[in-house]
């Protein structure tokens, strides 16, 4: 579901993370939402999924409509953590 | 086929839009929406975010996720009152209003909420300077001011475009209950200084009964009327606190806001003056046919004033109830009569305890239907005359 190098991302509710979606995919973005995974939140959160390469220009789509995702998680060697709410991370 | 002239109860029939987009979403999306996370509830979800901004566009509303889903305007206006008024709150409010906010105000009253009602004229109409005067009467300063845009009995149309911004300018929540206007007049919430908006999503927006919704303006956080799941953050104790979760728990009907986006393409495809003009033009016949007959009395607006899709009538010596009953089982007419959930309305417009016949056309009646309602009428008041003669 998540593969090395892809991002996550945790809205604050399923409203605002369907709009999200929307937007980016309105902005030509690529982005899916996924089933939050366990270990990042509890309970039926919704997440989206994309590419550390889209990072930034998803970080600025989503600024501009005073959207910022509520928190932020990379995979790498098949483990995830949590980064900063930046436009890019290392 | 029965002649049906209740569009003010709900809106019927329904374009044809709204009955396949309920069937399709029926058969094919009848899924729960922003619960799991498979692609048919993910669907489900994108289509209710889309009626989510749809009815935001609508209104001009900035935010859709300050559109609540409700079951009806009632609900939205209960939502409302009872999620943000609290003991020592001072709230304005008409003698023109329908039970959906005379009864929660009623109860609020006895909880601390001190309610005044400002009196309507005689053909239904609220000033605004009459508003102004209650928000300020008294040395403290209301909290809210509440009124229907439109009113049910008698179509008179209240000046919300003066009373909203001045409420604005002085920190007063302004709520419209918008029932009876909603797809038939125009409504800006940020133009109209408007921050709580209750409309019924089944009447002049042609969608499915069990729709409507409460808009409210960013910061008002009320407290829930109901709690329970809302799909996300399932570990909490608590209610979310953003919207519209926090105050649109259990099950949303993804089918019948389905119907309701369809209903709103429709309005807004033929647009507000259109509808309105046809409106309009079928009252006006009613309105000049029944001042032919004998014994009517017609209340609210007179054809100078503006008036919303509603024309209501008595009759000298007669029970409106009776007439009502003569026009459903001789001529298959459906009108409304009685006291239409309003009886603050009727009493101020002195029809009270009998009522009064509400005819209220919708976007497929035509001239014939009112002109078969005006022959009724005329043969129905030949009859009594020839009986009492």
């Known amino acids: 579901m998540i593969a090395d190098g892809d991002r996550i991302a945790l809205f604050n509710s399923p409203t605002r993370v369907m709009k999200a979606e929307k937007l980016l995919r309105k902005a030509g973005l690529v982005c899916q939402l996924i089933p939050a995974p366990r270990q990042v939140a509890e309970g039926c959160a919704l997440a989206l999924r994309f590419a550390a390469t889209e990072q930034t220009a998803i970080f600025n789509e989503l600024g501009a409509a005073n959207l910022p995702p509520r928190r932020l998680y990379g995979k790498h060697q098949g483990l995830l953590s949590a980064l900063e709410l930046t436009s890019e991370n290392e | ?389």
């Open chain 2, 1 to 389: 086929m029965a002649i049906y002239l209740d569009n003010a109860a709900t809106t019927f029939p329904k374009p044809e839009s709204v009955y396949h987009a309920l069937d399709q979403t029926g058969r094919h999306l009848a899924i729960s929406p922003g619960r799991g996370s498979y692609s048919l509830a993910l669907e489900a979800g994108r289509l209710v975010y889309e009626v989510r901004e749809t009815v935001a566009e609508f209104f001009n509303i900035p935010d859709p996720s300050r559109v609540v889903f409700t079951a009806n305007a009632t609900e939205a206006i209960n939502l409302a009152l009872f999620g943000l008024l609290r003991p020592g709150d001072r709230v304005v409010s008409t003698t023109m209003e329908h039970n959906a906010v005379s009864r929660p105000l009623q109860v609020l009253a006895s909880r601390g909420i001190e309610i005044e009602r400002v009196p309507a004229d005689t053909t239904g109409q609220v000033s605004a300077a009459a508003i102004r005067e209650a928000v300020t009467n008294g040395g403290k300063i209301a909290r809210m001011v509440v009124l229907s845009h439109c009113s049910n009995v008698t179509g008179s149309i209240q000046p919300i475009e003066e009373i909203g911004p001045w409420c604005r300018q002085q920190g007063v929540l302004f709520m419209v209950d918008a029932a009876q206007s909603a797809g038939l007049l125009p409504i800006d919430v940020q133009s109209m200084g408007i921050d709580l908006l209750a409309a019924a999503g089944h009447k002049g927006l042609l969608g499915p009964a069990g729709t409507g919704f409460l808009y409210l303006v960013e910061g008002l956080q009320p407290t829930p009327l109901i709690y329970g799941g809302t799909g996300g953050n399932s570990a909490s104790p608590l209610m979310p606190e953003e919207l519209p979760e926090r105050l649109e728990c259990g099950t949303l009907n993804t089918q019948a806001l389905a119907g309701l986006q369809a209903g709103i393409d429709f309005v807004r495809s033929h647009g507000l003056e259109q509808i309105r003009r046809h409106k309009s033009a079928l009252l006006e016949q009613l309105f000049f046919g029944l001042s032919r007959l004998p014994g009517i009395r017609i209340h609210g607006p007179s054809q100078v004033q503006p008036q919303g899709g509603l024309l209501s009538f008595s009759l000298a010596g007669q029970d409106p109830s009776e007439i009502g009953f003569l026009l459903d089982v001789e001529y298959d007419i459906c009108i409304r009569t009685g006291l239409h959930c309003a009886p603050d309305a009727h009493r101020n417009i002195g029809t009270l305890p009998a009522g009064t016949l509400r005819v209220s056309p919708g976007l497929f009646n035509t001239a014939a239907d009112i002109d078969a309602l005006l022959r009724a009428m005329d043969r129905i008041l030949c009859a009594k005359s020839t009986i009492s003669a």
